[in-house]
């Protein structure tokens, strides 16, 4: 079978890199002798028209040239659809692609496109709205909230945004429900994880997979800022999966465990984000992994 390559580029991420790549897409996908049309995302994420293109015109592929939040955006809208989706990454975090081993070199992306093994990967749904990698509520939101505002993107930014909100951080209570117990806790933030890590390499589930049919829950409990910092780095380095059955679980002050779905009640209503975008928070937090959502271009 002929592919067909859709490519998307963010004209926001990434942006002294836009032209080069847009070049180096055109140069070596003609190189390859591959039929391919280059499109640019919309500000709103909506996509109406694309599934009925990609049906009508055949396009085998959609490559997302964008961060976590564009990969979100159209990869929600090929849900059903038989197409593979490739990342090349120039967000700001690039979660998705880098837990799936995507560099961020260019042209190393781009030769996976083209040579890569389509796989299926896991994404989930909190109340209904897709994600692919990771959801956050509390603390990191906060910062996904704050790092949409600011007028440069990039990793200085966000980690200047990420030291101001932990100075004045302060938990959140929380009613937890999974295999039908409930825990109450007061925690800084709660991640729910199907990639291992936020971005940057910043690894906050460890032991998660993409392809596991499981969400890694990772719960940052009330403590000292100072001993707050020390937690998160032993949990980087080597957090355990537990369970509730363990004898001193709920006494741990990072929790970290592994479900196919939950319930967060958010009685503070916390901060959300989705894939490192902002997003508007709730009361209540249905959550639920949806296994083989979609096939990714695999190294």
């Not at 390859?32 to 499109?39: D, K, R, V």
């Not at 564009?70 to 809208?77: E, G, M, P």
């Not at 007028?151 to 200047?160: A, D, I, M, S």
Request: aromatic residues 10%.
């Amino acid at each position: 079978m002929n592919r067909k390559i859709l490519y998307f580029i963010n004209p926001v991420s990434g942006p002294k890199r836009k032209t080069i790549l847009q070049q180096v897409l055109i140069e070596k996908t003609l190189e390859q002798n591959i039929f391919f049309e280059i499109l640019f995302t919309i500000a709103n994420g909506e996509y109406p028209f694309l599934v009925d293109k990609i049906n009508k015109e055949g396009f085998t592929d959609v490559v997302i040239c964008g961060g976590d939040g564009t990969v979100n955006q159209i990869a929600s809208c090929l849900l059903g659809t038989d197409v593979n989706i490739g990342i090349i990454p120039i967000g700001s975090g690039n979660g998705l692609a880098l837990a799936a081993k995507i560099p961020r070199n260019i042209y190393k992306a781009l030769q996976i496109i083209f040579t890569g093994s389509p796989t299926f990967v896991d994404a989930f749904f909190i109340n209904e709205k897709f994600s692919c990698m990771l959801c956050g509520v509390g603390f990191d939101a906060q910062v996904a909230h704050d790092f949409a505002m600011q007028p440069k993107r990039g990793l200085t930014t966000y980690v200047k945004q990420s030291v101001k909100n932990f100075i004045k951080a302060e938990p959140y209570r929380f009613d937890i429900t999974h295999e039908g117990k409930t825990f109450s806790t007061e925690a800084y933030f709660i991640s729910v994880a199907n990639s291992n890590q936020f971005g940057n390499n910043f690894t906050i589930a460890p032991k998660a997979s993409l392809q596991d049919g499981l969400l890694d829950i990772i719960v940052v409990k009330k403590m000292s800022k100072a001993r707050m910092i020390w937690a998160i780095l032993k949990q980087i380095r080597s957090g355990e999966v537990g369970t509730q059955e363990e004898r001193n679980f709920h006494k741990k002050e990072v929790l970290y465990f592994q479900t196919d779905k939950l319930i967060i009640h958010n009685h503070q209503l916390a901060p959300l984000h989705i894939d490192g975008d902002p997003a508007e928070t709730s009361k209540i937090f249905k959550i639920e992994i949806l296994p083989k959502a979609f096939r990714l271009i695999l190294p």
